[in-house]
């Protein structure tokens, strides 16, 4: 074949060969000069559109954040107003029961309670139907005031309803501070206007808040009266408080604006442009505005873009530069490479002749078709460097033998693409003899493109020894990569390490998602573990969410713990399941060995230990095996048994811990707290039972147990005093917890707001959403939800929003401590948050009168401790109501 195309005259085919090559080079390096062109052009346009993107992302942050904003200031300024029109509304009974002595000093007592009671209020006046002060809070006796020309007077007067009025804030002649001016028409019996109540409301509350809120450059917070008139503002401007901007040409823009919908326009008191969002204050002629300025909200981006062009300029200079030179090289290259070469194209093999050292004097055109590469790369260097290292041997062996006159038949091993991947080649030899003396003086190596045949060999292994989903070895290689670790060890007494690991709340993005979300997360997972590891590790899945790893030739055994922790930080970053953003954990107990003295299965049952003690210990971290543990482990499958026995059995009881009043002793309520004596062991503390209960599920029957009994106890205590019962987080995550709830209501006939149900922070934690949902059906009941050792776990006041909670119980841990001045402001602060949330607040852990007394100066309502009765058996429970105070006998 090739003679008959060397007899084709020189005249044909040499102008069809140098055409096809200058064709060849000039398209080449005009993609080259075209690709510094689209390089000009597209990474300019990419930078542009990033920036403009960063700026309507800019806008969209400060829209987001001042409505954000907007609702908190909207929240604040209703409860504010919500809880000043409560004294009000009092104060309205008031005068109503002292309409004849409306000057006595007894009903200036009454009022002084009722301004002792909020600090934002300076005074309380109330007038007669001509405005004149008969009644007064702050001083006595009452002062010549009259109020008929304030506008907050003339407008009560003028309305048929009970709505309430605001005025414009005015210096408090008392305090001199500014001041908000709060009022509620008065009426006598036939419904005719007699007066006003009217409060005076520290503006310094909204500034304090506001001020407190505004951490942002530019931001300016304010509250306004509905016909446009300045409240309050931070950053405080006094030549603008109590100014009316209902004149202003801006004004109408703003009033029109829905509520906490952003919107672009100029300040009323600014003057600048910004964004600005309004809640308008339901019930209440009020709103608040939150608004940031927009030279601020773009100056982020503006110092972006300064750095994006200088980087997007440079990087367009140093880019068209290097095209532009490669494209002349280029050129200057294949115009000098004018060798031409007629070659064997129509081969679906390549052909390589060459001579017994196997440098190819030619390589046939189908070399660019299977392998990517021109002949031309490859005469100068040969097949061999191509050839997967691995591989070389084999071709060495195979060569001697043909050689040598055998007949080894084809040789199977990897060539190199030119992108980098290995393709299968199936290569057959013969010799080029000389006619004369029958000895060979070159060979010709046929090569045959066999990857799919061997691909389909290789998936059909690879699926014996990995799993499906991810990819990853699976049970059958895992044991095998960790027999050859053992024996390597045991050869040279080095270091090694087996996990067992357990993705945490799989199971719940599974249900929630669908198994394909939850196939995608395994996945992502695999992939993430694989990363972390080293090449030589192996990472197998056992089915489910459950993974192994054996890391062979650890420099120390310090280095297992450290792979660990990078392990659950890689998991844990946030995954992207089709747009939904979920995390997940995972637990990890590994084992480590030296030498080959330990079997395989007793490393795997090792590391499952460790892991059962990583769960236990939260989740989403590590432990190590030690023999401690797994004889911890067999003790704590004893006593899960000795509890089954133990409820049978009916040795559980119910012991009651009383709380009292804190004022007065009275008790109000007893916690009942669960007691096991075991018939070997004695006492258990719950400590040690009830974790070993909710592992069980056996803390499901115990629960339905405690409320019978509490409920069935309860019955027996006046009908004032409660009975607070704990509820841990498995009986909130499963179905039945209303059910026996209202089983134990039924059955003892006690009223649901006698039964006070308390959880802890963790426990809401751990499925906030579920948590919620079923302390809302509970609450719905009419049943008390307290949230118990508030203080200590993952505190926040979203929680307390979002939550039906009734009390807060503060932690015995700040109790002991609140002779502390730290410890006292964290519990003056529960105490004033409990009450801004209508929460009652207990102190638990009262020991001391000292700690009484400190508890009582803070504000607390109930308390709870050693002080006043150690937990109690029910009679002696029963019995402790008949003694006098619990503070006296204290």
């Given at each position: 074949?090739?003679?008959?195309?060397?007899?084709?005259?020189?005249?044909?085919?040499?102008p069809?060969?140098?055409?096809?090559?200058?064709?060849?080079?000039?398209?080449?390096?005009?993609?080259?000069?075209?690709s510094?062109?689209?390089?000009?052009?597209?990474?300019p346009?990419?930078?542009?559109?990033?920036?403009w993107?960063?700026r309507?992302?800019?806008?969209?942050?400060?829209e987001r954040?001042?409505?954000n904003?907007?609702?908190?200031?909207?929240?604040?300024?209703?409860?504010?107003?919500?809880?000043?029109?409560e004294r009000?509304?009092?104060?309205?009974?008031?005068?109503?029961l002292?309409?004849?002595?409306?000057?006595?000093?007894?009903?200036?007592?009454?009022?002084?309670?009722?301004?002792?009671?909020?600090?934002?209020?300076?005074?309380?006046?109330?007038?007669?139907?001509?405005g004149?002060?008969?009644?007064e809070?702050?001083?006595?006796?009452?002062?010549?005031?009259n109020?008929?020309?304030?506008?907050?007077?003339?407008?009560?007067r003028?309305?048929?309803?009970d709505?309430?009025?605001?005025?414009?804030?005015?210096?408090?002649?008392?305090?001199?501070?500014?001041?908000?001016p709060?009022?509620?028409r008065?009426?006598?019996?036939d419904?005719?206007?007699?007066?006003?109540?009217?409060?005076?409301l520290?503006?310094?509350?909204?500034?304090?808040v506001?001020?407190?809120?505004?951490?942002?450059?530019g931001a300016?917070?304010s509250?306004?009266?509905?016909?446009?008139?300045?409240l309050?503002?931070?950053?405080?401007?006094?030549?603008?408080?109590?100014?009316?901007?209902?004149?202003?040409?801006?004004?109408?823009?703003?009033?029109?604006?829905?509520?906490t919908?952003?919107?672009?326009a100029?300040?009323?008191?600014?003057?600048?442009?910004?964004?600005?969002?309004?809640?308008?204050?339901?019930?209440y002629?009020?709103?608040?505005?939150a608004?940031?300025?927009?030279?601020e909200?773009?100056?982020?981006?503006?110092?972006?873009a300064?750095?994006?062009g200088?980087?997007?300029?440079?990087?367009?200079?140093?880019?068209?530069?290097?095209?532009?030179l490669l494209?002349?090289?280029?050129?200057?290259?294949?115009?000098?490479?004018?060798?031409?070469?007629?070659?064997a194209d129509?081969?679906?093999?390549?052909?390589?002749?060459g001579?017994?050292?196997?440098?190819?004097?030619?390589?046939?055109?189908?070399?660019?078709?299977?392998?990517?590469?021109?002949?031309e790369?490859?005469?100068?260097?040969?097949?061999?460097?191509i050839?997967?290292?691995?591989?070389?041997?084999?071709v060495?062996?195979?060569?001697v033998?043909?050689k040598?006159?055998?007949?080894?038949?084809?040789?199977?091993?990897?060539?190199?693409?030119?992108?980098?991947?290995?393709?299968?080649?199936?290569a057959?030899?013969?010799?080029?003899?000389?006619?004369?003396?029958?000895?060979?003086?070159?060979?010709?190596?046929?090569?045959?493109?066999?990857?799919?045949?061997r691909?389909?060999?290789?998936?059909?292994?690879?699926?014996?020894?990995?799993?499906?989903?991810?990819?990853?070895?699976?049970?059958?290689?895992?044991?095998?990569?960790?027999?050859?670790?053992?024996?390597?060890a045991?050869?040279?007494?080095?270091?090694?390490?087996?996990?067992?690991c357990?993705?945490?709340?799989?199971?719940?993005?599974?249900?929630?998602?669908?198994h394909?979300?939850?196939?995608?997360?395994?996945?992502v997972?695999?992939?993430?573990?694989q990363?972390?590891?080293?090449?030589?590790?192996?990472?197998?899945?056992?089915?489910?969410?459950?993974?192994a790893?054996?890391l062979?030739?650890?420099a120390?055994?310090c280095?297992?713990?450290?792979?660990?922790?990078?392990?659950?930080?890689?998991?844990?970053?946030?995954?992207?399941?089709?747009?939904h953003?979920?995390?997940?954990g995972?637990?990890?107990?590994?084992?480590?060995?030296?030498?080959g003295?330990?079997?395989?299965?007793?490393?795997?049952k090792?590391?499952?230990i460790?892991l059962?003690?990583a769960?236990?210990?939260?989740?989403s971290?590590?432990?190590?095996?030690?023999?401690?543990?797994?004889?911890?482990?067999?003790?704590h499958?004893?006593?899960?048994?000795?509890?089954?026995?133990?409820?049978?059995r009916g040795?559980?009881?119910?012991?009651?811990?009383?709380?009292?009043?804190?004022?007065?002793?009275?008790?109000?309520a007893?916690?009942?707290?669960?007691?096991?004596?075991?018939?070997?062991?004695?006492?258990?503390?719950?400590?040690?039972?009830?974790?070993?209960?909710?592992?069980?599920?056996?803390?499901?029957?115990?629960?339905?147990?405690a409320?019978?009994?509490?409920?069935?106890?309860?019955?027996?205590w006046?009908?004032?005093?409660?009975?607070?019962?704990?509820?841990?987080?498995v009986?909130?995550?499963?179905?039945?917890?209303e059910?026996a709830?209202?089983?134990?209501?039924?059955a003892?006939?006690?009223?649901?707001?006698?039964?006070?149900?308390?959880?802890?922070e963790?426990?809401?934690m751990?499925?906030?959403?579920?948590?919620?949902?079923?302390?809302?059906?509970?609450?719905?009941?009419?049943?008390?939800?307290?949230?118990?050792?508030?203080?200590?776990?993952?505190?926040?006041?979203?929680?307390?929003?979002?939550?039906?909670?009734?009390?807060?119980?503060?932690?015995?841990?700040?109790?002991?401590?609140?002779?502390?001045?730290?410890?006292?402001?964290?519990?003056?602060?529960?105490?004033?948050?409990?009450?801004?949330l209508?929460?009652?607040?207990v102190?638990?852990g009262?020991?001391t009168?000292?700690?009484?007394?400190?508890v009582?100066?803070?504000?607390?309502?109930?308390?709870?401790?050693?002080?006043?009765?150690r937990?109690?058996?029910?009679?002696e429970?029963?019995?402790?109501?008949?003694?006098?105070?619990?503070?006296?006998?204290?």
């Amino acid at each position: 074949m090739i003679a008959s195309r060397l007899r084709i005259p020189f005249g044909l085919w040499m102008p069809r060969v140098l055409a096809r090559c200058s064709l060849r080079t000039i398209g080449y390096g005009q993609r080259l000069r075209l690709s510094a062109l689209a390089v000009g052009i597209i990474i300019p346009a990419f930078f542009g559109h990033t920036l403009w993107s960063h700026r309507t992302l800019e806008f969209i942050d400060a829209e987001r954040e001042v409505a954000n904003t907007a609702l908190t200031l909207k929240h604040h300024a209703a409860r504010t107003i919500e809880i000043t029109d409560e004294r009000l509304q009092i104060v309205t009974s008031l005068v109503a029961l002292h309409a004849r002595d409306l000057g006595s000093e007894a009903m200036h007592i009454a009022l002084r309670n009722q301004l002792a009671r909020s600090h934002d209020l300076g005074n309380i006046v109330v007038t007669d139907r001509d405005g004149r002060a008969v009644a007064e809070a702050a001083v006595f006796p009452v002062r010549p005031l009259n109020m008929h020309e304030r506008d907050y007077f003339q407008k009560l007067r003028g309305q048929i309803d009970d709505s309430l009025a605001i005025g414009r804030p005015i210096i408090g002649s008392l305090s001199g501070k500014p001041m908000l001016p709060i009022a509620r028409r008065l009426v006598g019996p036939d419904g005719a206007f007699i007066g006003m109540v009217q409060a005076m409301l520290d503006i310094a509350s909204f500034q304090a808040v506001y001020d407190a809120v505004d951490n942002e450059p530019g931001a300016i917070l304010s509250l306004w009266r509905a016909d446009g008139t300045l409240l309050a503002r931070s950053p405080h401007a006094a030549e603008t408080i109590g100014r009316n901007f209902a004149a202003s040409d801006n004004y109408r823009h703003h009033a029109a604006t829905g509520d906490t919908k952003p919107f672009w326009a100029t300040g009323l008191t600014s003057g600048n442009e910004r964004v600005i969002a309004h809640g308008f204050v339901e019930g209440y002629p009020l709103y608040v505005a939150a608004s940031l300025s927009k030279d601020e909200v773009l100056t982020p981006w503006r110092r972006l873009a300064l750095t994006q062009g200088i980087l997007g300029g440079g990087l367009v200079l140093v880019l068209v530069s290097t095209l532009l030179l490669l494209a002349r090289e280029t050129e200057r290259r294949q115009v000098a490479n004018t060798r031409i070469r007629l070659l064997a194209d129509n081969a679906t093999d390549i052909l390589v002749i060459g001579d017994l050292d196997l440098r190819p004097d030619y390589i046939s055109p189908a070399v660019q078709t299977i392998l990517g590469y021109e002949p031309e790369d490859l005469l100068g260097r040969g097949m061999i460097d191509i050839i997967h290292p691995e591989d070389r041997m084999i071709v060495a062996a195979h060569w001697v033998q043909t050689k040598a006159g055998e007949n080894p038949g084809p040789c199977s091993v990897r060539h190199l693409h030119k992108d980098g991947q290995f393709v299968w080649m199936e290569a057959s030899v013969s010799f080029v003899t000389d006619p004369k003396n029958g000895r060979a003086t070159g060979a010709i190596v046929t090569l045959r493109d066999v990857t799919i045949r061997r691909k389909a060999e290789e998936q059909m292994r690879h699926m014996a020894l990995h799993d499906a989903l991810t990819g990853l070895p699976n049970r059958t290689l895992l044991h095998d990569r960790l027999n050859q670790a053992i024996a390597y060890a045991d050869r040279t007494q080095s270091t090694f390490a087996v996990m067992a690991c357990d993705l945490d709340r799989f199971k719940a993005i599974n249900d929630s998602l669908g198994h394909p979300a939850g196939d995608a997360l395994l996945r992502v997972v695999a992939e993430r573990m694989q990363a972390v590891l080293r090449s030589y590790d192996t990472v197998a899945r056992l089915g489910g969410d459950e993974f192994a790893i054996v890391l062979p030739h650890l420099a120390e055994p310090c280095s297992a713990n450290a792979i660990a922790n990078r392990l659950i930080a890689a998991v844990s970053e946030p995954i992207d399941l089709d747009g939904h953003k979920v995390e997940i954990g995972v637990s990890i107990g590994f084992t480590v060995c030296t030498g080959g003295d330990v079997g395989a299965d007793e490393l795997f049952k090792r590391a499952d230990i460790a892991l059962y003690e990583a769960k236990a210990a939260g989740r989403s971290t590590s432990r190590e095996f030690c023999a401690e543990a797994g004889a911890r482990i067999a003790t704590h499958g004893q006593l899960g048994l000795d509890m089954k026995e133990a409820i049978r059995r009916g040795e559980f009881r119910l012991v009651y811990q009383p709380v009292v009043q804190a004022d007065t002793g009275t008790v109000v309520a007893f916690e009942a707290l669960m007691r096991w004596r075991h018939p070997v062991r004695g006492e258990i503390s719950p400590a040690v039972f009830i974790p070993v209960a909710e592992e069980t599920g056996l803390i499901v029957p115990l629960g339905v147990w405690a409320l019978q009994e509490a409920c069935r106890e309860a019955m027996h205590w006046p009908a004032h005093v409660r009975v607070a019962v704990n509820v841990s987080a498995v009986q909130l995550r499963r179905e039945g917890l209303e059910t026996a709830v209202l089983a134990a209501l039924a059955a003892s006939g006690l009223s649901p707001n006698r039964l006070k149900l308390e959880v802890t922070e963790s426990v809401l934690m751990q499925d906030a959403d579920a948590a919620l949902a079923c302390l809302h059906r509970l609450r719905g009941l009419g049943v008390l939800i307290a949230l118990d050792d508030f203080g200590t776990g993952y505190s926040s006041l979203s929680y307390l929003r979002r939550f039906p909670f009734d009390r807060l119980k503060i932690d015995r841990a700040f109790i002991r401590d609140i002779a502390d001045p730290d410890a006292a402001a964290i519990v003056r602060a529960v105490v004033s948050l409990g009450e801004r949330l209508g929460m009652g607040i207990v102190a638990e852990g009262v020991e001391t009168a000292e700690q009484l007394d400190l508890v009582r100066q803070e504000g607390c309502h109930e308390v709870q401790g050693f002080l006043f009765s150690r937990p109690l058996p029910a009679d002696e429970a029963l019995a402790y109501l008949q003694l006098p105070s619990a503070l006296v006998a204290a």
